[in-house]
């Protein structure tokens, strides 16, 4: 396969640390970054070096700004001297219409990644529209987590096979690469009967650069949603974690595993359940993160088949390089003339 | 995707635990079943239940039988009665040239799962070749071991190309669905340093239909190799195996896992190891499935991510489930004119 050249929307923790992990992949080359201040294209590749140095820096956090203003991740724009997030970089012009000229770029970017914040559910599959009202011909990938969102993609399905768009939904770490994991321990079953992921972040260091994934965590707490959540200031969510001792622990979450797992027909998203702790004071991971799939065999036997992430390796590994091979593998699709909405598990082999 | 009709070469162990997982499972219908002695056709679909019924006996083993003889599994030709092997079932009428009687049907079905034996290295490579001369446009599955059949089935690539077949190599459990295990759980790391690949297997009441993978496996032993493997009486197996009181362990196996992760880009060959034990006196696995894929992360992070089945998940379960989602996968791949061989970390989300 060609190279494939892609781009960032959002350049808080999840979109930085994608352009950073793609410096060590082979065969994707990031020609665009964006935030709610500016662009940076550069069609021969960004120098993510220089981008991610300049925009190191002090966090300016606001939840709720303009539609075209959200692409910096949300909370998370990081800013050094004068100028603010990504327009600190040698690379970057400034602009309102950040999403736009993104879009304006687009017809030489296979793919967009788009690390936004997304709590109100239909921010994504808006942007979404935009780049299917544009014609725009690739790949959009976003993270998302929340199973609702996906309806809404598929709502929009046909607008993206006119457009010529292969779009992947909920493609990073949970749902992502757990929901790839619980498609394949699958294989052994005719019948699965429990899927349980349950997820360990420490995110002591990376707590700044990842505040939007924070918020959006606490809407799972009791006592809160996502309508709370997104209401809440700065020190109202340290409260919250000072109250927890840093730990907060959260169970039956809204994460789209479940529907992207029914989608590929692999089990009922009522059977999928996902939980798990974070832990924002340490970088140890607060316990292991595990996907076990429980199932009947064509003979009658039922068992649980488990994958397990090692404590070392961070959520950031976690999210991108599985963000990165979805993008590669939605490039794969895209080639091969197929457009729509595809899930994770979508991609897996079919099962 | 519409319903998939699929054949299936030989009826040792795997070759009827397929048919069998197959009337569990969504969206395939066998339609085709030969061994060395016979073939069944129906293309509305086999009478599953009748034919295993019909064929379920005793064991003819001749692991060298002419090319066109070997259609049955090899040494695992089950028989009752005056009929031998399929041919027992009142769906199957008797012929000498089985692979070609099914080529002759091959315009009629979607895929062809290959349960051959494959003690001469090119017999697998040699039928898929016979598939290309007669132009047959569709997918061809193995669940053939060892490494170094991939390169003959590379070698006519071209051939399965021009012919219009999506030929997918070791797509049973090892290499197959811990070969997709382990280029899943690489997506954590940007170098992978080692997988490890540990299998157990207790075989005690699967043991009589599957003496043509033990016999593969005794190859492995020290003192052994293919050409000795083949070259001996079920008699000096047996005191093989009661040598090691029924518990064969194996270091360092000639398992395509190695080049079929190397050529998928997840790492080199030669860091891939397989290993395992196969208890043929107890169903009880001796050792719990393991795969362990170690790496570093993009900050520099060592870390092991593990995949295990459940011990109550036996081989045949584990084999044929992932070799009937690899069918689906290579149906939906050819269906998208892609053509060529492909192994089963190929068909991952393009990692």
């Known amino acids: 396969m060609d190279d494939i050249s892609f781009a960032v929307l959002g350049t808080g923790g999840i979109g930085r640390r994608t352009l950073e992990v793609s410096t060590q992949t082979d065969g994707v080359t990031p020609v665009a970054a964006c935030d709610r201040h500016g662009i940076a294209v550069d069609h021969d ?16 956090s606001d939840p709720n700004p303009a539609d075209d203003a959200r692409a910096d991740g949300g909370a998370a724009v990081k800013q050094a001297g004068e100028d603010v997030g990504v327009v600190a970089s040698a690379q970057a012009e400034p602009t309102e219409t950040p999403i736009e000229d993104v879009i304006d770029e687009s017809e030489a970017i296979d793919a967009v990644l788009m690390a936004l914040p997304n709590l109100e559910h239909d921010f994504i599959p808006r942007v979404g529209e ?44 949970t749902p992502g690469f757990l929901t790839g994991a619980a498609a394949l321990a699958a294989q052994s079953f005719v019948e699965v009967e429990e899927v349980d992921i349950w997820w360990g972040v420490g995110l002591k260091s990376g707590y700044e650069d ?38 907060l622990e959260f169970h039956d979450m809204e994460h789209a595993d479940d529907v992207l797992l029914e989608r590929a027909g692999i089990c009922d998203a009522e059977d999928v359940h996902v939980g798990g702790i974070l832990d924002v004071r340490s970088d140890e991971k607060p316990t292991t993160t595990t996907v076990s799939v429980t199932g009947t065999t064509f003979d009658g036997e039922t068992g649980t088949n488990t994958f397990q992430l090692d404590d070392d390796t961070c959520m950031a590994a976690n999210v991108n390089g599985p963000a990165l091979g979805y993008v590669k593998a939605g490039v794969r699709r895209n080639r091969a003339g197929e457009y729509g909405v595809f899930g994770p598990a979508d991609l897996m082999p079919g099962f």
Chains 1, 2 share one sequence.
């Open 45 to 60: 590749g960004l120098d993510v070096e220089e981008l991610l140095a300049a925009t190191e820096g002090n966090v300016d």
């Open 130 to 173: 935009r780049f299917a009202d544009a014609g725009y011909e690739g790949v959009l990938v976003d993270v998302l987590k929340r199973s609702r969102v996906i309806g809404m993609l598929d709502d929009r399905a046909e607008r993206f096979e006119e457009s010529g768009i292969t779009f992947v939904c909920g493609a990073g770490a």
């Open 210 to 247: 990842n505040r939007g994934t924070v918020r959006e965590d606490i809407a799972h707490l009791d006592g809160y949603d996502l309508e709370t959540a997104r209401n809440l200031s700065d020190e109202e969510i340290e409260e919250i974690v000072d109250e927890h001792d840093g730990r």
